[in-house]
């Protein structure tokens, strides 16, 4: 497997890419009803949900075009260590293919995974890199 070692970088931006974009949606969801979803409807700005959809949105945007990728990645991740253990987890269901936070825990472990490795080849960050 070694010939695909030089796709790494590419990969690594479709992985960022294409997490952000569905992690997006979540926002989108909760703040603008894009898609719909009924148990978000009335939701207030200033609650919990209100401040996840915020940074799902904005941190879903810079993580798509991969700006300030290693920092926000790590914010998401604990964003969604959190979200799993305060909506999933629970004293004898922590498995989260019982407790619904497949997603969460999936999100969490990707975004630190990109925090360590970087936004791949094509991160709006490195542009920054080439002009220093």
Do not use: C
């Not at 990969?11 to 603008?32: D, E, N, P």
């Not at 915020?54 to 998401?76: D, K, N, Y």
């Not at 959190?82 to 975004?111: D, R, T």
């Amino acid at each position: 497997m070694n010939f695909l070692t030089r796709f790494q970088p590419m990969l690594l931006s479709i992985l960022r890419i294409a997490t952000a974009y569905m992690f997006m949606l979540h926002g989108t969801a909760k703040l603008f009803a894009l898609p719909y979803i009924e148990r978000f409807d009335g939701l207030q700005i200033f609650s919990i949900y209100g401040l996840a959809g915020i940074l799902e949105f904005v941190g879903g945007i810079l993580l798509l075009l991969g700006l300030f990728t290693r920092p926000v990645a790590f914010i998401l991740s604990g964003q969604m260590a959190v979200a799993y253990f305060m909506a999933h987890a629970e004293p004898n269901v922590l498995l989260p293919l019982l407790n619904g936070g497949e997603a969460a825990a999936l999100f969490s472990f990707i975004f630190i995974y990109i925090a360590a490795a970087g936004g791949g080849a094509w991160a709006v960050d490195n542009q920054f890199k080439k002009s220093h």
